[in-house]
C-alpha cells in the first residue's frame, strides 16, 4: 500500500472516506501516529513502540479487538446446538454495493434475519422467535467483491411462555430413507475429479514442483496416521494393555434374513 497507494489513488476514483482509511493504515505503527520509549528495568535496552491506528479496517489492530469480540460472544453463547447459515448477494449486484455500499447491505441484513424470523415463527417449522448473530464479509478468497453474511443461529427459539423451544425435525418413518436416496449417485460415478496440473498423470510433475516450493518455501508438513492404517499396533480399548490382533477372518453372509432386507 505504501509503495502504490499513490499510483491507485491516482488511477482509481474513491470516496474520501475510503482514501482516509487507507491513509490512516499506511501511518499505523509508524512514527507519524507517534508512539512510547520503552525501555528494560534490568539492562537498560530501549525500543521505540509507535502507536496503531485502530482503524477496523487495519489488519494490523483487529487481532485484540477480535478475541474481545469472540470472547464476549461466548458469554452469549447458548447451550444449545446452532446452525451456521449463509447468505449471499447474487453477483449481479456488485456495482450497486460499491456504488450504494449502506443501502445494499442494510437490506442483506434485514432480508437475512426476516428469512430466519418467518422460518421461526412458522408452527410448522419452530413456532417460536429465534434470533441470529450475523456478520457481513463483503470479499472472497482473492480479495474479490463477495457480499455475503454469516449467520449462527440457535436451534430453537423462545415461546409465548417464554420458555425455551427446540427445533425438533419430526419426520415420517419412511421420509429419512427418501432423503437419503436422492444421494445415492449412479453405479461408477466419480465424485471426487482432479484437473489440469492436480490431475493424476501429473503426479510426478507435482513431486518435482513440491520439492523445488519447499526448497524456495520451508514448510513443516503435518501427516495424520490413523492406526488401523498403519503398523502402529493397535491397543485394547478396554484393558489399555492389550494389542489388538487379527485371528479369524469371518466370511460374508452370502444368504440369509438380513441379505436383502425385504426391500428387493
Same mark, same amino acid.
Given at each position: 500500500?505504501?509503495?502504490?497507494?499513490?499510483?491507485?489513488?491516482?488511477?482509481?476514483?474513491?470516496?474520501?472516506?475510503?482514501?482516509?482509511?487507507?491513509?490512516?493504515?499506511?501511518?499505523?505503527?509508524?512514527?507519524?501516529?507517534?508512539?512510547?520509549?520503552?525501555?528494560?528495568?534490568?539492562?537498560?535496552?530501549?525500543?521505540?513502540?509507535?502507536?496503531?491506528?485502530?482503524?477496523?479496517?487495519?489488519?494490523?489492530?483487529?487481532?485484540?479487538?477480535?478475541?474481545?469480540?469472540?470472547?464476549?460472544?461466548?458469554?452469549?453463547?447458548?447451550?444449545?446446538?446452532?446452525?451456521?447459515?449463509?447468505?449471499?448477494?447474487?453477483?449481479?449486484?456488485?456495482?450497486?454495493?460499491?456504488?450504494?455500499? +449502506?443501502? !445494499? *447491505?442494510?437490506?442483506?441484513?434485514?432480508? &437475512?434475519?426476516?428469512? =430466519?424470523?418467518? %422460518?421461526?415463527?412458522?408452527?410448522?417449522?419452530?413456532?417460536?422467535?429465534?434470533?441470529?448473530?450475523?456478520?457481513?464479509?463483503?470479499?472472497?478468497?482473492?480479495?474479490?467483491?463477495?457480499?455475503?453474511?454469516?449467520?449462527?443461529?440457535?436451534?430453537?427459539?423462545?415461546?409465548?411462555?417464554? +420458555?425455551? !423451544? *427446540?427445533?425438533?425435525?419430526?419426520?415420517? &418413518?419412511?421420509?429419512? =430413507?427418501?432423503? %437419503?436416496?436422492?444421494?445415492?449417485?449412479?453405479?461408477?460415478?466419480?465424485?471426487?475429479?482432479?484437473?489440469?496440473?492436480?490431475?493424476?498423470?501429473?503426479?510426478?510433475?507435482?513431486?518435482?514442483?513440491?520439492?523445488?516450493?519447499?526448497?524456495?518455501?520451508?514448510?513443516?508438513?503435518?501427516?495424520?496416521?490413523?492406526?488401523?492404517?498403519?503398523?502402529?499396533?493397535?491397543?485394547?480399548?478396554?484393558?489399555?494393555?492389550?494389542?489388538?490382533?487379527?485371528?479369524?477372518?469371518?466370511?460374508?453372509?452370502?444368504?440369509?434374513?438380513?441379505?436383502?432386507?425385504?426391500?428387493?
Amino acid at each position: 500500500m505504501r509503495k502504490y497507494g499513490k499510483e491507485f489513488l491516482k488511477d482509481n476514483k474513491i470516496s474520501y472516506q475510503k482514501v482516509k482509511v487507507l491513509r490512516t493504515i499506511v501511518n499505523c505503527r509508524t512514527a507519524i501516529l507517534g508512539g512510547h520509549l520503552q525501555r528494560c528495568s534490568n539492562c537498560d535496552y530501549q525500543q521505540i513502540a509507535y502507536n496503531s491506528c485502530r482503524n477496523r479496517h487495519c489488519p494490523k489492530c483487529q487481532t485484540q479487538q477480535r478475541e474481545k469480540w469472540i470472547q464476549a460472544r461466548m458469554d452469549q453463547v447458548l447451550p444449545v446446538p446452532y446452525f451456521h447459515v449463509v447468505f449471499t448477494l447474487p453477483s449481479a449486484l456488485n456495482q450497486l454495493c460499491l456504488r450504494y455500499p +449502506k443501502q !445494499l *447491505y442494510n437490506i442483506l441484513f434485514s432480508a &437475512a434475519w426476516k428469512t =430466519i424470523e418467518v %422460518f421461526s415463527k412458522n408452527p410448522k417449522y419452530l413456532g417460536a422467535k429465534s434470533g441470529m448473530i450475523s456478520i457481513l464479509h463483503t470479499w472472497g478468497q482473492n480479495l474479490s467483491l463477495h457480499s455475503h453474511i454469516h449467520c449462527m443461529v440457535p436451534s430453537g427459539g423462545i415461546n409465548e411462555q417464554k +420458555k425455551w !423451544l *427446540y427445533a425438533l425435525m419430526l419426520l415420517k &418413518a419412511k421420509e429419512p =430413507i427418501r432423503r %437419503f436416496t436422492q444421494h445415492i449417485l449412479p453405479k461408477g460415478f466419480v465424485r471426487i475429479r482432479h484437473f489440469g496440473v492436480c490431475a493424476s498423470r501429473n503426479k510426478e510433475i507435482l513431486k518435482d514442483i513440491k520439492k523445488q516450493l519447499l526448497k524456495k518455501y520451508p514448510t513443516k508438513v503435518t501427516s495424520v496416521v490413523y492406526p488401523q492404517w498403519s503398523k502402529k499396533p493397535i491397543h485394547c480399548c478396554k484393558c489399555k494393555k492389550g494389542r489388538i490382533k487379527n485371528r479369524k477372518t469371518i466370511l460374508p453372509i452370502r444368504d440369509g434374513p438380513f441379505t436383502n432386507l425385504g426391500i428387493l
